[in-house]
């Protein structure tokens, strides 16, 4: 018997198609169907998730809320070990301490800029104010000079020597004098604002020298003046003027240094001594002077820097006026004590009928002065040269 071959049935080309199709469509309905499950697994775990951390949120506030509770804390802190509470409160202070220290930096670096400002200011107004004076460490010593002096005991009484001052009788019906004596002027700004202040200052200029060479000639226009002679001082006096008069000098040596001043201050009349409570006190050095003023036409003020002057001896044998100062305006140099001072003088020339107070070109002085006019109502400022009994 024949064997019967079989014969393949063949696919038509349609049918592959559709069976093709069949499988991509079945594939992606499996795709679907895992991601759908993969996305229900996915929230489900994620709802889970929040639900614990939301429990653990809630644990965390809670005892985040128990150590905020200060009386907790401070109940907490009571029952440690006193150690170990020693050492948190050390902390807390110490970190207390950290911070103020580093603000207080912070505030130093903020102001830091202004302070040096102001010291900058400060500073540029001293050195101005040394440049004005020059001699201002000269005008310290001065003062401690006639400080130190005036405090000396009277060891001669002269109460027996009369002179056209003390038979001056007071007329009532007029205002009082009063002088306003200002030493050691030795610069055009010293003199501007002595003249700014608005009534009579007699200025009493310091002989020129390096230092301020033009002192004389700054004088010259002045309706009047004074020199300001240096004279021989205590040991305790440092800062010594060139020229200054001592009592070994001869009479030459004293003579030659008046003429030079007559030379120098050609409308001057009256001087006055710069220190000198050594020299005023001595005699024969004095006569030697009086003698070398009277030729060369000057007339002697005492300063009065030590009480046991002989200026008033020689006036009478000279046959001078006798001039002599009362007050000592700025040996305390505040405002209210120079005021003060400026007072008693307005005081002692009501008294007597004339005052001569003496003062130094500090910039205090020239301000009491200045704004001291209301004092003055009952007083005639004047210059020396106008004193009632010349």
């Known amino acids: 018997m024949a064997k019967r071959t079989r014969k393949k049935r063949k696919i038509s080309p349609i049918k592959k198609t559709l069976r093709k199709r069949n499988l991509a469509r079945n594939f992606i309905v499996l795709l679907s169907l895992i991601f759908i499950l993969l996305l229900f697994a996915y929230f489900f775990l994620s709802k889970n998730n929040q639900a614990v951390n939301s429990s653990s949120n809630n644990n ?50 903020d102001i830091s800029k202004e302070v040096f400002e102001r010291q900058k200011e400060i500073e540029k107004s001293k050195i101005e104010q040394k440049i004005e004076t020059k001699q201002s460490k000269e005008i310290e010593d001065e003062i ?21 001052k003390d038979n001056y009788k007071y007329d009532l019906k007029t205002k009082p004098k009063l002088v306003i004596i200002i030493d050691d002027v030795v610069s055009k700004t010293q003199k501007d604002k002595i003249l700014n202040i608005g009534y009579p200052i007699t200025m009493a200029f310091l002989p020129p020298k390096s230092g301020h060479k033009e002192s004389a000639i700054i004088a010259q226009n002045l309706p009047f003046h004074m020199i300001h002679f240096p004279m021989q001082a205590s040991k305790n006096f440092k800062n010594i003027e060139v020229n200054t008069l001592n009592i070994s000098d001869s009479y030459e040596t004293i003579e030659a240094r008046v003429k030079q001043l007559r030379v120098l201050y050609p ?124």
């Open 60 to 109: 965390i506030l809670e005892s985040q809320k128990l150590y905020t509770n200060d009386e907790i804390m401070e109940e907490i802190i009571q029952n440690l070990n006193p150690d170990i509470k020693n050492n948190i409160l050390e902390k807390d202070l110490e970190t207390e301490k950290t911070k103020k220290e580093s603000f207080e930096e912070e505030l130093k670096k």
């Open 144 to 164: 401690i000079e006639e400080k130190s002096q005036i405090e000396k005991p009277i060891t001669k009484q002269k109460k027996d020597l009369i002179t056209k």
């Open 267 to 390: 409308n001057a009349t009256y001087t006055n001594n710069h220190t000198g409570s050594v020299f005023t006190e001595n005699y024969e050095a004095m006569d030697k002077l009086f003698r070398a003023l009277k030729k060369y036409n000057f007339i002697f003020v005492d300063s009065r820097t030590t009480p046991n002057s002989v200026a008033k001896e020689l006036s009478i044998k000279y046959q001078m006026p006798y001039i002599v100062r009362d007050t000592f305006l700025d040996n305390d140099r505040s405002f209210t004590a120079i005021q003060n001072q400026l007072k008693d003088a307005i005081r002692v020339a009501k008294k007597q009928g004339f005052a001569i107070a003496i003062g130094h070109p500090y910039e205090v002085t020239f301000q009491v002065l200045k704004e001291s006019k209301h004092l003055l109502n009952d007083v005639e400022p004047i210059f020396l040269n106008k004193l009632p009994y010349l």
